[in-house]
């Protein structure tokens, strides 16, 4: 393939992606397909000799589409957002057709220095505290990581080495071993499992934290597990609050937690992966008080503000925590401006080398949408949350399970975990539909997550009547069922 004809074919693929997305409504939802369905629809191996264009094209719709599940369909309503939009596709293309691997800024200053500029902007969107900013010369900073795990992995990792090399100054005689084994990391009973995973992956203790009836994580709740490890001769270094767990979006309480962690000296990390778009909006940014408490701070903008994956903005306080975990020097990767204390270079500052050119999706989105146009996308989609939830609430069959505060309804029928599991089973088999369930204490539980960028009212109504009309039809033969017995 030639310039020439990567131009009429880069036309012709714009074009497939802009039908797909306008008509993804006339896909149903979830494929149809079993494991192992595309084996058999493709080769054993590699063509040896070339294949044109229009093959590969037409497989498109043959091979992979009936496999796909449409995350951003407007009957999609499981998990978190994937966030989608025009000038982000569009920025990856370009992302991809620069090609550079910006692991330094000399392997493409723009490609650090946008990023730089771009977690700034963000930073000031959702009003974060200036130490967490760059600036000129700030001593904190943004960066952009590929999923919130691994910001949390990174943050755990930074908090890691800095806590052993102050417990080794205090205490020479102590081997890092020996410290090692005293570390303790700690999380609330709801957050996500990549955070357990963070902490399996660094080698250290992972303890969870019980969350209140609101399933928020409170100060004395924190408190009393710290004394108990410290009594014990362990070593508390690591606390991950969240902002909008992934069972059902509730918020620990920074307030009273952050002030706990910078007394007894550990790291606090904030996960926002999805609450955190919300916090553009002035109504929802008391949410975050308290991340001045915090020592590093994420959350995803390719969840709910419409850039899409993978951009993942995480902000440190002091970005020098992180550098001093992560540096290394070969001579391959040096270059003459990096001691003159001007430039970043972000391989210091992820698990990976090698990183794409990200910050051009959200210099397209930021200014293709404006603050204005994202708050108003976040408004929108908490408006439908609520128009759910309104409808759940009419129905005297069903119960509310969490408080309602963004995107995000978890409800299910009043009576057994049996009923709602049967209840979901018919919600995903039907697959106009797609929702995921989670567990609340003892209750197993539906979510509704209010997901794609074209997701309107009259959705919602259709998902609401859907489920309402399942349930009907369940409760019947259910009744009958239990008759029987």
Same mark, same amino acid.
Request: glycine residues 6%.
């Given at each position: 393939?030639?310039?020439?004809?990567?131009?009429?074919?880069?036309?012709?693929?714009?074009?497939?992606?802009?039908?797909?997305?306008?008509?993804?409504?006339?896909?149903?939802?979830?494929?149809?397909?079993?494991?192992?369905?595309?084996?058999?629809?493709?080769?054993?191996?590699?063509?040896?000799?070339?294949?044109?264009?229009?093959?590969?094209?037409?497989?498109?719709?043959?091979?992979?589409?009936?496999?796909?599940?449409?995350?951003?369909?407007?009957?999609?309503?499981?998990?978190?957002?994937?966030?989608?939009?025009?000038?982000?596709?569009?920025?990856?293309?370009?992302?991809?057709?620069?090609?550079?691997?910006?692991?330094?800024?000399?392997?493409?200053?723009?490609?650090?220095?946008?990023?730089?500029?771009?977690?700034?902007?963000?930073?000031?969107?959702?009003?974060?505290?200036?130490?967490?900013?760059?600036?000129?010369?700030?001593?904190?900073?943004?960066?952009?990581?590929?999923?919130?795990?691994?910001?949390?992995?990174?943050?755990?990792?930074?908090?890691?080495?800095?806590?052993?090399?102050?417990?080794?100054?205090?205490?020479?005689?102590?081997?890092?071993?020996?410290?090692?084994?005293?570390?303790?990391?700690?999380?609330?009973?709801?957050?996500?499992?990549?955070?357990?995973?963070?902490?399996?992956?660094?080698?250290?203790?992972?303890?969870?934290?019980?969350?209140?009836?609101?399933?928020?994580?409170?100060?004395?709740?924190?408190?009393?597990?710290?004394?108990?490890?410290?009594?014990?001769?362990?070593?508390?270094?690591?606390?991950?609050?969240?902002?909008?767990?992934?069972?059902?979006?509730?918020?620990?309480?920074?307030?009273?937690?952050?002030?706990?962690?910078?007394?007894?000296?550990?790291?606090?990390?904030?996960?926002?992966?999805?609450?955190?778009?919300?916090?553009?909006?002035?109504?929802?940014?008391?949410?975050?008080?308290?991340?001045?408490?915090?020592?590093?701070?994420?959350?995803?903008?390719?969840?709910?503000?419409?850039?899409?994956?993978?951009?993942?903005?995480?902000?440190?306080?002091?970005?020098?925590?992180?550098?001093? $975990?992560?540096? /290394?020097?070969?001579?391959?990767? =040096?270059? @003459? #401006? +990096?001691?003159?204390?001007?430039?970043?270079?972000?391989?210091?500052?992820?698990?990976?080398?090698?990183?794409?050119?990200?910050?051009?999706?959200?210099?397209?989105?930021?200014?293709?949408?404006?603050?204005?146009?994202?708050?108003?996308?976040?408004?929108?989609?908490?408006?439908?949350?609520?128009?759910?939830?309104?409808?759940?609430?009419?129905?005297?069959?069903?119960?509310?399970?969490?408080?309602?505060?963004?995107?995000?309804?978890?409800?299910?029928?009043?009576?057994?975990?049996?009923?709602?599991?049967?209840?979901?089973?018919?919600?995903?088999?039907?697959?106009?539909?797609?929702?995921?369930?989670?567990?609340?204490?003892?209750?197993?539980?539906?979510?509704?997550?209010?997901?794609?960028?074209?997701?309107?009212?009259?959705?919602?109504?259709?998902?609401?009547?859907?489920?309402?009309?399942? $349930?009907?039809? /369940?409760?019947?033969?259910?009744? =009958?069922? @239990? #008759? +029987?017995?």
């Amino acid at each position: 393939m030639d310039a020439a004809e990567f131009r009429k074919r880069g036309k012709e693929m714009v074009d497939y992606i802009a039908d797909y997305l306008e008509k993804i409504d006339r896909r149903q939802v979830f494929p149809d397909v079993e494991p192992g369905y595309l084996r058999p629809l493709i080769p054993d191996c590699a063509p040896q000799d070339p294949e044109n264009f229009e093959d590969v094209f037409k497989d498109i719709e043959k091979i992979i589409m009936p496999g796909v599940t449409h995350w951003h369909s407007p009957y999609f309503f499981a998990y978190f957002p994937s966030a989608s939009s025009f000038p982000a596709l569009l920025a990856d293309m370009l992302c991809g057709g620069i090609g550079c691997v910006g692991f330094s800024w000399a392997a493409s200053p723009a490609c650090t220095e946008l990023e730089t500029v771009m977690l700034d902007w963000l930073g000031k969107m959702i009003n974060l505290p200036e130490e967490f900013l760059a600036g000129k010369d700030g001593q904190g900073g943004g960066v952009i990581q590929g999923s919130a795990s691994e910001a949390t992995l990174v943050s755990l990792l930074a908090a890691r080495t800095k806590t052993i090399r102050q417990v080794q100054s205090e205490k020479p005689d102590l081997t890092e071993a020996d410290i090692m084994g005293r570390l303790v990391a700690y999380a609330s009973d709801q957050a996500h499992s990549s955070v357990e995973r963070a902490a399996l992956i660094a080698g250290v203790k992972m303890k969870n934290v019980s969350s209140d009836d609101t399933f928020s994580v409170c100060g004395s709740a924190l408190k009393k597990v710290l004394d108990e490890d410290k009594a014990s001769g362990l070593i508390p270094f690591f606390f991950c609050a969240t902002l909008g767990t992934t069972p059902c979006c509730s918020f620990d309480k920074l307030l009273e937690l952050g002030p706990i962690c910078n007394k007894e000296n550990i790291w606090m990390h904030i996960d926002a992966a999805y609450a955190g778009s919300a916090f553009i909006c002035p109504e929802f940014r008391h949410l975050l008080n308290g991340v001045e408490f915090a020592d590093s701070f994420n959350f995803n903008p390719h969840k709910w503000l419409l850039v899409n994956f993978d951009c993942s903005a995480m902000w440190v306080k002091k970005r020098s925590d992180l550098t001093s $975990a992560f540096k /290394l020097e070969p001579l391959y990767l =040096q270059h @003459h #401006h +990096q001691e003159s204390g001007l430039v970043t270079d972000y391989r210091h500052w992820q698990i990976p080398l090698g990183r794409r050119f990200r910050s051009l999706k959200l210099w397209f989105v930021l200014r293709m949408y404006g603050v204005t146009g994202l708050q108003e996308h976040i408004r929108k989609h908490v408006r439908l949350s609520h128009q759910f939830e309104h409808l759940v609430l009419q129905d005297e069959r069903f119960e509310i399970c969490a408080e309602v505060v963004l995107g995000l309804v978890c409800f299910r029928v009043k009576g057994s975990n049996e009923l709602n599991k049967a209840l979901l089973k018919s919600i995903n088999e039907a697959k106009k539909i797609h929702l995921v369930p989670c567990h609340l204490r003892e209750k197993f539980v539906l979510r509704f997550a209010i997901c794609s960028r074209t997701v309107e009212s009259t959705h919602v109504t259709f998902a609401w009547q859907h489920i309402s009309q399942l $349930a009907t039809d /369940l409760l019947k033969t259910w009744e =009958q069922n @239990h #008759h +029987q017995q």
